[in-house]
């Protein structure tokens, strides 16, 4: 059945801007996802990546200037973290979580699981759930699935089944998804018999495809551009009420000629006073009051099946 | 991926006639003497157009309304057809909503499959007074002739079942010869020339051709992977900047009393920082006089009236 199999994965109208409100009447809401993977291929993290002196700057000089840029207008961030990285940072990810951050999954080493059989994900997801979760004190609710600078597609990748091993796994919201500009449900089948909670993700608005990208050339760096395309975002989603979402990377917007650019933005959003500045789990959850799994509505199938066509 | 073979887009840009082999080795001057010759004789250009109530200048708004069927043509995985979905849900209405605050008319350009996948945004875009127009059953042209003609025609129906209006226009590389059987009057599809112009066929043939460049489509400038590029061909643009090549273009146009035919897709142009920019670009457009918002069918007419006069 075409309905559902890869045409569309949610209703087919979003939830009406109208009916979006938002704790403490502020007037939308401001996301920040900073993804702390190294660089690496769509396979996942090598050893080799975290010898490189981008991942030094990111993990060491680049975390230090970010997290004292965050500190210094009180921005609360959702920071994404391959399970592989949990046991040799765990004093930074405790830190992060007891400034008010929220630490998420981000894979086992990063890698698209569009390349892994349903086994070998399964594993690699309850090993991330608990290699995070003895990091943490907690396990992680929300599962991050960023694209590479690398990638052909710059969305994040998902196998078929991902949806529905997270739901499994009882994670509560998927971190990343291109669907829709405000959370909205993943759901794995037309019957909805079970679907998660997304976050919304687009790639104009990640530093790493403007800052030295592609990885090779000249004339790459579009700081400028990238910060342009934020603002205008910040200002259509602060009239419509909705969510705005920027993802970091340390290794990225920290260099201080870029971090000048971000710090200033940051002060204008935070002066601004109608932000909410929540993390990805406290915007999930205030989503789901607003729009229960049980209220999404899927429009009865309609497709005629042609045999010289897609099905 | 698709059950039958398809005929590639003839643009340029998308290196169909790469060839391998002695295929189009030129052996001598004479042979593009005829090429060249036959070329132009396929292209009737009209020197000066003067548009209706004395307007200066004539703008298509075109919405592309594809929203993940190309990316399901090419195989591409969930996020990549969940960015095509956002058009369908989110980006279609806000464009509706866009262009009924500006009281302006556009063309939907629509796969016949779309009536099936939104039919709700399809009927609502001729409720509005938009022209909703053919764009392939499934954006692309099969190689069988036959089974080009059951697409072509399926879609013209599945249009009309859904808005009470059979197309006339179409954004497609079909047949021009089996187009006009159909009853279509112009394509809007290439850019032999920057001024709306008739081409004809073998066979005599004429529709007309409403110019469209790829420097007025926003995939160009925000589709990642776009024409299903790769990695290293990416050049992404904010939309502040494609903001001031469109108006430059505008300009440029008004100043010789010509045509700009936007094209616009609902997965990105659909983006809110992207109906800021085109909300900024209509107003800036509309503080001209002169400035004539139509469909492509309204110009395909007058250019029919016009080029028969």
Known sequence: MPWKNRYTVS????????????????????????????????EGLRLHDFQTPEAFYGMNRGMDVLRQTLGKHAVRATFAVPGVMAEAYAPLLRSLESEGHEVAAHGW???????????????????????????????????????????????????????????????????????????????TDAQKSAGILSMPYYYHFDDQFFLLFPARGTGLEHMDALERNWRRELRAQQNRGLVFNATVHPHAIAWPHRLWRFDTLL????????????????????????????????????????????? | MATSASRPSPHAQNAVHET??????????????????????????????????????????????????LRKLLDEPPMQLGKGEFGGRVGVWRLLELFRRHNVSATFFVPGRICELYPDAVRQAAADGHEVADHMWEHRVP????????????????LAATTGIRPIGSRSWHDADLMSELGYLYN?????????????????????????HYTWDDAMYFN??????????????????????????????????????????????????????????????????????????????????????
């Open chain 1, 109 to 187: 080493v990063h890698e698209d699981p569009s390349l892994l059989d349903e086994n070998e994900e399964e594993a690699r997801l309850a090993r991330t759930t608990d290699s995070l979760g003895q990091a943490l004190g907690h396990r992680p609710w929300g599962w991050f699935s960023l694209p590479r600078p690398s990638d052909k597609y710059a969305g994040g990748g998902l196998s078929d089944q991902t949806v529905a091993l997270l739901v499994k796994h009882g994670y509560e919201y998927l971190g990343n998804s291109t669907v829709d500009d405000r959370p909205h449900y993943w759901l």
């Open chain 1, 11 to 42: 209703d087919e109208r979003c939830f009406a801007d109208e009916q979006v409100t938002w704790p403490g009447v502020k007037k939308a809401a401001f996301t920040l996802t900073i993804d702390l993977s190294p660089t690496c291929r769509a």
């Open chain 2, 188 to 212: 809007s599809h290439d850019a032999a020339d920057d001024r709306p112009h008739f081409v004809t066929t073998d066979s005599g043939t004429e529709l007309v051709s409403l110019p469209f």
């Open chain 1, 267 to 311: 002060a204008d959003v935070m002066r601004d006073g109608t932000w909410w500045n929540p993390t990805a789990r406290e915007c999930t959850a205030h989503w789901r009051t607003l729009q229960p799994l049980e209220d999404v509505s899927i429009s009865e199938e309609i497709w005629t099946h042609y045999e010289d066509s897609l099905n």
């Open chain 2, 224 to 309: 990642f992977a776009w024409l299903n590029t790769e990695n290293s061909a990416q050049r992404m643009a904010d939309s502040d900047r494609v903001l001031e090549l469109w108006w430059d273009a505008f300009q440029q146009q008004y100043k010789v009393g010509g045509y700009l035919n936007l094209c616009l897709h609902p997965e990105f142009s659909g983006r809110s920082l992207r109906i800021d920019m085109l909300d900024e670009l209509i107003r800036r457009m509309k503080s001209f006089d002169g400035v004539w918002f139509s469909t492509c069918a309204d110009v395909a007419r007058h250019m029919l009236g016009a080029g028969r006069s």
């Open chain 2, 143 to 158: 190689a069988d002739y036959e089974i080009e003609r059951a697409h072509l025609v399926r879609t013209a129906d599945a």
């Open chain 2, 20 to 69: 391998a082999g002695g295929e189009g080795i030129i052996k001598s001057p004479e042979q593009v003497v005829d090429v060249v010759e036959a070329h132009a004789s396929h292209h009737r250009i009209p020197d000066r157009i003067e548009w209706p109530d004395a307007n200066r200048v004539a703008v298509n708004l075109t919405v592309d309304f594809d929203a993940m069927l």
